[in-house]
């Protein structure tokens, strides 16, 4: 099996990306996570340009990697400048990596037009050669980034191909090409690689960005063309639009390809790390990510989930839990009875699909989803419903009336939010009253104050994420508005839906549905 080289920058590039500041704990959670993975190459950064990259170089020699190889990212030397007399390449030795990465121009508009290097051709080439010559002696690994080399190459082919040519007179290792501007089609791309592969006897890599939304697609025609060496960043980050994703590319060239990436018994932990790398940067996951979002294998049409069930092929081009990733069956005004069946058996409550309540379910479902209710994100929420039509559901407490004030007695001050409620269980009535931040978070700690009293696992519960939708906004302050709520306890997570024009009455139906959820689950488990 062909070995296809995995060069992760999601540390360096993909640490460009507008909405990313890694910490120095996050950057180095990220490498030990990566080592995870299995990838050959982590580019930690560029030491010198930053503290931060000098401390984590550092802070990596106290760590033990088992499958990955940490490189360094640097520049050449400055035009009329030795490559022991920089400091930055300098500083490049000093942090021990195992090996390293540098970039130098290879389109001749980079070297002597506006804001280039400001130095003659051949001046660029030197500064290539000796540099990664300089580097050979003091690591066994040193490659070569072409920045810009498909631009260059098509707007002055002999040059781009000298560059490369300087970089491996001076011993480079891998010759990477770089779509840095990420304009590039994938026919350009392979036309490029099939002319450079019988020229080169050294390894050609690929680092593609995704400015055209081709980043994927170039990487993968490159190492059809020839390309042994893939670089690019967990998720697509990167600056613009970001770098080719290797959430997408490890998978599609493994399992579509049947190339050797990272270890196949790690495949299985992609889209964990993929999670981890969002979660980490503090990062809004992409559900609709290919392979590893949380829509990649979610059915939502009747007829798509009926033929799934049946032959999950049918809608779906690999088996999800081989990237980690599991199927979804939503359930929404596009639902059939085979949607609600799967996911009633998901809740392990027993529901025959030639059964008359799998209809009614539909049905409601259908009604409420008109009225502006959503459950694809609310499962707690739904499993409740289900309950409720089957006649199985146990009420745990009933309302008798709540109160929500809101007062700012200044310009000076910030408001004050007090609830009052009043509960019924088993024939108690509970009558208690909190403030909090706000008038849902009121609400919230007075309903957990009044049923702790009865269920002291209430506890335990704690508001995760709380989101606003509001539906339609043509009604203005009138709208009616979608809230969500996601909770959790020791154990479990789950999500709860409401709906109302009254935004702090939705707020209420998601919370009680919430804290229903968790009296229900802690009475399957007695």
């Known amino acids: ?80 400048n030795s490559p022991h007399k920089d400091r930055l390449i ?6 021990r990596p195992d090996g390293a990465t540098i970039f130098g121009k290879s389109w001749d508009i980079h070297v002597q037009g506006q804001g280039g290097l400001g130095c003659s051709l051949e001046e660029n080439l030197r500064i290539i050669r000796e540099t990664i010559s300089y580097l050979c002696g003091f690591f066994p690994l040193v490659f070569f980034d072409a920045e810009h080399f498909f631009d260059g190459f098509k707007r002055n082919k002999d040059y781009a191909l000298a560059t490369l040519k300087s970089a491996a007179e001076g011993g480079a290792q891998r010759l990477v090409l770089c779509d840095t501007n990420g304009g590039s089609l994938p026919s350009e791309i392979t036309e490029i690689m099939e002319f450079l592969k019988g020229i080169f006897s050294v390894p050609l890599g690929i680092h593609c960005h995704n400015d055209s939304d081709l980043a994927v697609a170039n990487s993968i025609m490159a190492v059809r063309s020839g390309a042994t060496h ?63 979002g949380e829509s990649a294998f979610a059915h939502k049409g009747g007829m798509h989930v009926h033929a799934v069930i049946g032959d999950p092929a049918t809608y ?38 030639d059964d008359t309540t799998a209809s009614e379910i539909v049905k409601i479902i259908k009604d409420l989803e008109n ?124 999500n709860t839906v409401g709906v109302s024009t009254n935004i702090i009455e939705a707020s209420w139906m998601a919370l009680v549905d919430s804290m229903d959820y968790k009296l229900y689950k802690d009475s399957k488990e007695l």
């Open 90 to 95: 300098k500083a490049l030795i000093d942090a």
């Open 316 to 353: 779906e081009h690999i088996e999800p839990s081989l990237v980690g990733n599991q199927r979804r069956i939503l359930v929404s005004e596009q639902s059939g009875k085979s949607n609600i069946v799967y996911k009633a058996r998901q809740f392990n409550i027993d529901l025959a699909k």
């Open 1 to 80: 099996m062909k070995k296809i080289e995995i060069y992760d920058t999601t540390l360096r590039d993909g640490a460009q990306s507008r909405d990313v500041n890694f910490s120095l704990d996050d950057k180095h959670d990220i490498v030990l996570k990566l080592d995870q993975l299995g990838l050959d190459f982590i580019e930690a950064g560029w030491p010198g340009a930053n503290p931060k990259d000098d401390c984590l170089f550092a802070k990596i020699h106290e760590s033990t990697l088992h499958h990955s190889r940490v490189f360094a990212f640097g520049s050449t030397c400055k035009p009329g």
């Open 230 to 292: 893939v670089q690019g960043t967990i998720n697509g980050l990167g600056e613009r639009c970001g770098n080719a994703d290797l959430c997408s590319i490890i998978p599609n060239l493994s399992l579509k390809m049947g190339l050797q990436t990272i270890p196949r018994e790690s495949m299985h932990i992609l889209n964990e790390v993929s999670r981890f790398v969002y979660d980490v940067g503090n990062l809004s996951h992409d559900s609709h990510q290919p392979y590893v």
């Open 371 to 494: 009225c502006g209710f959503q459950f694809e994100g609310a499962d707690a929420s739904l499993e409740l419903l289900m309950n409720k039509a089957m006649g199985m559901h146990v009420r745990f407490f009933k309302l008798r009336g709540f109160r929500v004030n809101t007062e700012r007695r200044s310009d000076d001050t910030d408001p004050m939010s007090e609830a009052t409620i009043m509960i019924e269980v088993d024939g108690n009535v509970e009558h208690t009253a909190a403030m909090g931040n706000g008038p849902v978070n009121a609400l919230d700690r007075a309903l957990r104050k009044a049923l702790q009293k009865f269920y002291p696992s209430i506890e335990d519960v704690e508001l995760l994420d709380y989101k606003v939708r509001v539906i339609s906004s043509r009604t203005g302050t009138e709208s009616v508005v979608r809230v969500l709520i996601g909770s959790g306890d020791k154990k479990d997570h789950w």
